[in-house]
């Protein structure tokens, strides 16, 4: 029996995703108990600020972990951009940072609680005992209070870490590597190994740091020497292992990004490949969000990566009106030329939102184009996490007239199979994506040019505009990838075999181009 | 030093309330207590016994009257300072249960800033002198104890810093009679040796009248009444009288219950 390569990619990448898991987990906590301990101390005799404080740490606690971690990327580029107008100092709202700011947030109602709790719950005796016995409050509190209240403040200090541990793998669309990139990269490209990888790592990194905060908790519970040891022996080596500078952490060279969906790891990889290629170390941000990847180009924290004109047109400029192909990409690239942003090259395929449905439902229903959807306002449609809060959505159905029974959002692998399977009538799509043809589905045609075009383009951030051994590297896919070869691609990637990782179809899609070219001369 | 004229202890109309009602805990209480008299405090549930104490230790302050120590307002003193001279035994002992017995026994001359060698050598001393086994002891923890264990380290953590005064509630009251008996012979002991003033709560009449020189009554915040053993005896309030009569009225009892025995020839 051979080893699945996806698994020995999972292995490969483990240090990397580790590493950074650890140690953005370890600072979060760390600055989480810091901060919250103190907090606790001060509030325990003030029953109004014992109040508010517990309430707003319980609501924290409510906010979905994703939502919380990525409010903070906007918040912190604006405070960013506060800091350099005022300070003229401005710092990376990018990875590290928000998630472990958003993450020592998370920590902070178990560490509070428990403080609270375990020194509401001392015998009152004994503070009149070490009262009687002539300890001033300082004294009482370092001497007889925290001692006794220890367990309890141990046990909400492993709470925290557990959450704090299995809330960082959502870390990873704002930018910071974490275990998470298993699980995101896994479900958007149907790679299960990954995402059972990613799963079984957090848990198992939960596990030992809950296991080694129990052994200091036993030792100084039972003043057993030999456990306390082995506990802080254990926390040290994880601290050790975050600090070295042997692991593979944040290496130099090029920051490639990529977005949340199949295509742009595939793209990704190439593009990180090509670089390697080149004799340059790259860095992977895989998962970035939408806004928050373009966001991060500018200010340096991404080095390159690939969007959509139509994307960069309606939604990063909002532009409403829209010109024809070529006429949009000069525009375009004045517009990104302003926010400091190079358009280092066009790879030659659209990836277009289209509107596709069964061809056998389209055909008994008589619809060949979005016009003729507007007749059947009893349809249902679905559409990626974002399409129906973009401009395009709005400029299509106002167009057209559109009106559907309900919207639905969807991973966007699966929709292709919900449409197959009838769950829902029309999707929305994208045109590179070979499952459309897998799925037997027609695209239907936009005769109000309501969609604009979607040229696949490679953006490069400010300080890499005039790097010529990057563009060097690039060069080659200039123009080289059509929409059948991505199409394939992109289907290879969603098959969920052995060959189906990133990295893997890379290289295919690599040698596809490179036959390409050798075909041409 | 302090003033040999004044009394170790001194309540001057004292008056302390809990409730916003006004139901007093202690009223109106006048006592001076002797240096090297060893006085017990008698009285029912709530009749204000634990509040006296703490008012002498500073853990709370009178709302009306004057509490002195050696002669000194007490609300003059730094109340920390103040309490690192008097040794208390809680009730229960409330030792540091995080703390080992050499622990618990030396923190107060630790606290009051004795040198570290000297704090061991006085724990050395202390474990001797409650009668604990040194090497058996010193190095457990309260909960590896047995109860009259446990009340002999209270006593020794309320020693450790040389007090004059010592103030005891009820200090051996959770103990099996015969433990109860040893321990507390063992402190009248001490007590002489090493000339303390003692004040000591207690619920059992006889442990109170064989004990002390002087016992105080209280009674619903109020000093009933105050005395030697025998004048309380032969007193003619019908609540002290009847108090005292206690262990008369059981022993007649006894002898009638159990014709055979004879009392006070064993030790």
Redesign the interface.
């Known amino acids: 029996m051979t080893l699945d390569p996806r698994l020995g990619e999972a292995l490969q990448l483990l240090p990397d995703y580790l590493g950074s898991h650890l140690r953005v987990s370890l600072t979060a906590l760390a600055l989480g108990a810091a901060i919250s301990f103190p907090l606790a101390l001060a509030a325990r005799r003030r029953p109004l600020a014992r109040a508010i404080l517990l309430g707003v740490a319980s609501v924290v606690q409510t906010v979905p972990g994703l939502a919380l971690l990525a409010l903070f990327y906007p918040l912190l580029l604006f405070a960013s951009a506060l800091a350099m107008r005022t300070a003229g100092v401005s710092f990376s709202a990018f990875g590290f940072l928000p998630a472990v700011l958003a993450l020592a947030l998370y920590s902070m109602l178990p560490v509070l609680r428990n403080t609270i709790t375990g020194l509401d719950g001392i015998?009152p005796?004994?503070i009149?005992?070490?009262?009687?016995?002539?300890?001033?409050r300082r004294?009482r509190l370092t001497?007889?209070e925290l001692?006794?209240a220890l367990p309890v403040i141990m046990a909400g200090l492993r709470t925290a870490a557990v959450w704090v541990i299995g809330t960082a793998t959502l870390s990873t669309p704002i930018g910071q590597t974490s275990l998470g990139n298993y699980i995101f990269s896994g479900l958007q490209t149907q790679n299960w190994v990954f995402v059972l990888f990613g799963c079984a790592a957090a848990a198992i990194l939960a596990l030992v740091v809950d296991g080694l905060l129990a052994l200091i908790a036993h030792g100084l519970r039972r003043?057993s020497r030999a456990r306390l040891l082995l506990g802080a022996c254990g926390c040290l080596a994880l601290i050790t292992v975050v600090l070295a500078p042997a692991l593979p952490r944040p290496h130099g060279g090029y920051v490639v990004g990529a977005k949340t969906f199949t295509e742009q790891y595939v793209l990704a990889a190439l593009l990180a490949d090509r670089i390697e290629a080149g004799g340059h170390g790259v860095t992977l941000r895989e998962g970035l969000g939408s806004s928050v990847i373009f966001a991060a180009l500018r200010a340096g924290d991404v080095d390159v990566y690939v969007d959509y004109s139509g994307t960069l047109w309606t939604n990063t400029f909002h532009h409403r009106e829209i010109p024809e192909r070529a006429a949009l990409i000069a525009a375009l690239k004045d517009e990104l030329k302003a926010a400091g942003v190079t358009l280092g090259g066009e790879l030659g395929f659209e990836n277009a939102y289209a509107l596709a449905m069964p061809r056998q439902r389209a055909d008994a229903l008589g619809i060949r184009s979005i016009a003729d959807l507007a007749r059947h306002p009893g349809l249902t449609i679905a559409g990626d996490y974002e399409f129906f809060a973009r401009p395009e959505w709005a400029a299509l159905r106002d167009a057209y007239g559109l009106a559907f029974r309900s919207l639905r959002q969807m991973q966007p692998d699966f929709m292709y199979a919900a449409a197959a399977a009838g769950e829902v009538d029309v999707i929305a799509g994208y045109s590179s994506d070979g499952q459309i043809a897998q799925y037997d589905l027609v695209t239907l045609d936009d005769p109000r040019a309501a969609i604009p075009p979607y040229d696949a383009v490679v953006l490069l951030s400010p300080r890499r505009a005039g790097d010529q051994a990057l563009r060097a590297a690039l060069a080659p896919l200039n123009g080289r990838i059509d929409i059948e070869t991505m199409r394939e691609a992109n289907l290879r990637a969603a098959r969920g075999d052995a060959d189906s990782s990133p990295g893997a179809v890379a290289r295919w899609l690599w040698g596809r181009v490179r036959e390409k070219a050798a075909a041409r001369q | 030093m302090p003033d040999p004229t004044q009394p170790a202890i001194a309540f001057e109309n004292v008056t302390k309330s809990f409730d916003r009602a006004g139901g007093s805990a202690v009223a109106d209480v006048s006592l001076a207590i002797r240096r090297g008299e060893f006085l017990s405090i008698v009285g029912g549930s709530g009749a204000g016994k634990t509040t006296l104490l703490r008012l002498a230790?500073r853990?709370i302050a009178p709302d009306r009257g004057t509490v002195r120590i050696d002669g000194a307002d007490v609300r003059a003193l730094d109340p920390?300072?103040?309490?690192?001279t008097i040794g208390?035994v809680?009730?229960?002992g409330?030792?540091?249960?995080?703390m080992s017995v050499a622990d618990n026994i030396g923190?107060?001359p630790r606290?009051?800033g004795v040198r570290a060698a000297e704090v061991t050598a006085r724990i050395d001393r202390l474990i001797e002198l409650v009668r604990l086994d040194g090497r058996r002891h010193r190095a457990r923890?309260p909960h590896e104890l047995s109860g009259g264990e446990r009340q002999r380290v209270a006593v020794g953590?309320a020693l450790a810093?040389t007090p004059s005064i010592v103030l005891m509630d009820e200090p051996f009251g959770a103990l099996d009679p015969l433990t109860r008996d040893a321990l507390s012979e063992d402190y009248v002991a001490l007590h002489r040796g090493l000339e303390l003033t003692t004040v000591m709560i207690t619920h059992d009449i006889t442990e109170a009248l064989l004990l002390s020189d002087r016992i105080a009554v209280m009674q619903a915040g109020r000093l009933a009444a105050a005395g030697t053993p025998a004048e309380l005896a032969g007193s003619v309030d019908p609540y002290v009288a009847e108090l005292f009569g206690t262990p008369l009225r059981q022993i007649a009892r006894l002898a009638a219950l159990l014709p055979g025995a004879t009392p006070g020839v064993q030790r």
């Open positions: 015998d005796q004994l009149e005992a070490a009262r009687g016995v002539g300890m001033t004294q001497m007889v001692p006794l003043h | 230790a853990l920390v300072a103040m309490r690192r208390i809680f009730q229960s409330a030792l540091f249960p995080h923190i107060t606290l009051a923890f953590r810093n």
